[in-house]
């Protein structure tokens, strides 16, 4: 009879809440919403950097949305069919060059190609990440992880927007979105 460790499967203490693959997809969802949100706080910046109007950079947010409604139950309704780790790497994968792109973007129009890419991914992320509730904690903590995962998104637009703000401010709008990098 093989072991947990020779037969390669990870052992994960589902009897404590904030257990390491929990902090991952709460850390995850706090990134997907930093990512979403830091926009808002930086849009001078950007406009400033790629000699367009506020307003202009102010549009990304609202296509953003546009984007991120519809696709989110469509993303989540044909992830179904695949097997669900390798397309969370995928989306995360996407996600990250999406953010990269945001990063080292030369002018507005390829921002948006960026932006959109990313809210291509967000809500399916987040619909992929409910769906490892079972394997990663117990019927009791249920409720509390749905909660948590989606506080990440609330924590964001409170911590992440201003920390977005002031790294734009102080190092670049683009280091904004390396460290959304880091994070990823």
Same mark, same amino acid.
Do not use: Q
């Given at each position: *009879?093989?072991?947990?460790?020779?037969?390669?499967?990870?052992?994960?203490?589902?009897?404590?809440?904030?257990? /390491?693959?929990?902090?991952?997809?709460?850390?995850?969802?706090?990134?997907?919403? *930093?990512?979403?949100?830091?926009?808002?706080?930086?849009?001078?910046?950007?406009?400033?950097?790629?000699?367009?109007?506020?307003?202009?950079?102010?549009? /990304?947010?609202?296509?953003?949305?546009?984007? #991120?409604?519809?696709?989110?139950?469509?993303?989540? &309704? /044909?992830?179904?069919?695949?097997? =669900?780790?390798?397309?969370? /790497?995928?989306?995360?994968?996407?996600?990250?060059?999406?953010?990269?792109?945001?990063?080292?973007?030369?002018? #507005? &129009?390829?921002?948006?190609?960026?932006?959109? *890419?990313?809210?291509?991914?967000?809500?399916?992320?987040?619909?992929? &990440? *409910?769906? #490892?509730?079972?394997?990663?904690?117990?019927? =009791?903590?249920?409720?509390?992880?749905?909660?948590?995962?989606?506080?990440?998104?609330?924590?964001?637009?409170?911590?992440?927007?201003?920390?977005?703000?002031?790294?734009?401010?102080?190092?670049?709008?683009?280091?904004?979105?390396?460290?959304?990098?880091?994070?990823?």
């Amino acid at each position: *009879m093989r072991t947990e460790a020779e037969s390669g499967k990870v052992r994960i203490d589902k009897e404590r809440f904030f257990n /390491l693959p929990v902090l991952i997809l709460i850390a995850s969802s706090f990134m997907l919403g *930093m990512s979403e949100f830091i926009v808002v706080g930086i849009l001078p910046d950007i406009a400033a950097d790629l000699k367009i109007s506020e307003v202009t950079v102010g549009n /990304l947010v609202s296509l953003f949305a546009f984007v #991120y409604a519809p696709v989110t139950p469509l993303g989540s &309704a /044909l992830s179904a069919r695949f097997p =669900r780790f390798a397309t969370h /790497l995928t989306l995360i994968g996407i996600f990250l060059a999406g953010n990269l792109l945001c990063a080292f973007a030369p002018n #507005y &129009a390829v921002l948006v190609v960026a932006r959109i *890419m990313i809210a291509l991914v967000s809500g399916t992320l987040v619909a992929v &990440a *409910m769906t #490892y509730v079972p394997d990663v904690t117990t019927d =009791r903590f249920r409720t509390k992880f749905i909660a948590w995962v989606f506080s990440g998104f609330s924590i964001a637009s409170v911590v992440g927007v201003p920390v977005g703000t002031w790294v734009a401010n102080t190092f670049g709008w683009r280091w904004a979105f390396h460290m959304i990098n880091v994070l990823t």
